[in-house]
Each structure stands twice: as C-alpha cells, then as structure tokens.
C-alpha cells in the first residue's frame, strides 16, 4: 500500500514569490492535515480538511491557505513569500472522520521550502 | 498559551527500558494524548495515544498521570532503531488541533 505522497520534495523560491505544494494521502483515507516544521517553532498545525471541507485551521497568516480535491487529494499555498517560510511542511492523512484524535496520523517525507 | 512540554534530550542504553516525561498541565478533559516519533529526514511516525487510563501496544506504553497534567511514554526494552526526536503531542478533543510538545531526542548507547 502506497504512503503519503508528497511533490515536490525539495524547492527554493525568492521573497514575495508563491508556491503550492501537494500531498496524496494513502488511499481511501478522507483526512488530511498540513503542518510546518522549523527549528524555532518546532511542528506546527496548519489546517485540516475532511471532505473537501477544512474543519480546523492553526494560527497562521491568511497568506497560508489549502483545499481538498475530491479525491481527497489535497494542496496548501503560501503567498508573498517571507524568509520565515522556510520549513519543512508535512502532510498527513488518516482514514477516520475523527481524524487525528482517536487515530493514527499517517505523516509523509514532507517538502522542504527554502526562500531566499 | 497552552504549552506541552518535554526534556530536550535523554540517554539511553540498549536493552534498558526508557521513560520520556511529557508535561501537559493546562490540558482540557476531552483532549487526547498522543506520541509520535521522527527519524532524520522522515516524517513523523505514530507511537501510542490515550486519553484517560493507561495504555499498551506493541511499540509502547503510555502512562497518564490520574490529574492527566502529565504523561510518560515507556520504550521497554530500548534498541538503537528507537533513536529519534519523539513528540508528545494534545489534540483538541473538540478541535482536532494539534499541539505538539517540544520533543526530546532520545539517543541510545549501544
């Protein structure tokens, strides 16, 4: 069974830029939930999406946003991009409508963005 | 602000059981607890979760303290495929947010 895929792997994009980055969550699972990951902040929860819905957000700026195709396939853009971007943003799927709370959170290798 | 907190590191040696603290004392009654683990350049990988009692699985064990202020992941016999950064992480009962812990990394001596 395949896991969490994430594309691209690894970018590099320049301040004021925007990138989109995208997860398939392993299949017939309905949740998936982005996260960044950076040595000062350590993880952080970005949002969640069951169904086509987001369900939970975190604390970020607006210039952070995501969507759920249906096929559970999922995005997350960051606009106007600032050097505090750079991170390692992680997706995650699970296969219940719970989500993570009484589950496992099946994690991918993640995306590394850096912006210079 | 609610905070999770963990020691930054801990040693251990191979064969010996390891406990790894994890402070969550503003945690609200519906909030589960959970523990991931992340190896270099992976993602995190899922350890145990529980919510009130105590609990056993194949990789672990998870104590919670009876006020749930705190919580102990139980590594019995420790090998040094365990060595990682692992989270103990809240999630929103109500929510689903999680709220991850600062980790510790766990190294082991063979």
């Known amino acids: 069974k395949a896991g969490v895929t994430q594309t691209p792997r690894y970018l590099i994009k320049t301040r004021g830029q925007q990138v989109t980055l995208s997860c398939s969550p392993i299949s017939g699972h309905r949740s998936v939930s982005w996260y960044q990951q950076t040595p000062g902040q350590g993880l952080q929860f970005l949002f969640e999406y069951f169904s086509e819905t987001q369900r939970n957000k975190g604390n970020f700026p607006g210039r952070f946003s995501g969507r759920q195709f249906s096929n559970s396939r999922s995005e997350m853009n960051v606009s106007t991009l600032e050097l505090g971007d750079s991170a390692l943003y992680l997706c995650?799927?699970?296969?219940?409508?719970?989500?993570?709370?009484?589950?496992?959170?099946?994690f991918g290798e993640g995306s590394r963005l850096t912006v210079l | 602000d609610a905070k999770t907190t963990q020691p930054n590191s801990m040693e251990s040696n191979e064969e010996e059981p390891v406990h790894l603290p994890c402070n969550h004392s503003t945690i609200s009654g519906t909030d589960y607890i959970h523990w991931y683990r992340q190896l270099p350049s992976q993602g995190p990988e899922y350890v145990i979760h529980?919510?009130?009692s105590n609990v056993n699985n194949r990789m672990a064990s998870l104590a919670i303290a009876e006020d749930r202020k705190s919580s102990t992941l139980i590594l019995h016999r420790a090998t040094l495929r365990d060595a990682a950064v692992y989270y103990c992480?809240?999630?929103?009962?109500?929510?689903?947010?999680?709220?991850f812990g600062t980790g510790t990394l766990l190294a082991v001596q063979p």
């Open positions: 529980g919510l009130t």
């Open positions: 995650a799927s699970s296969p219940l409508q719970q989500g993570a709370r009484t589950g496992e959170l099946f």
């Open positions: 992480i809240r999630v929103g009962g109500a929510t689903n947010k999680l709220i």
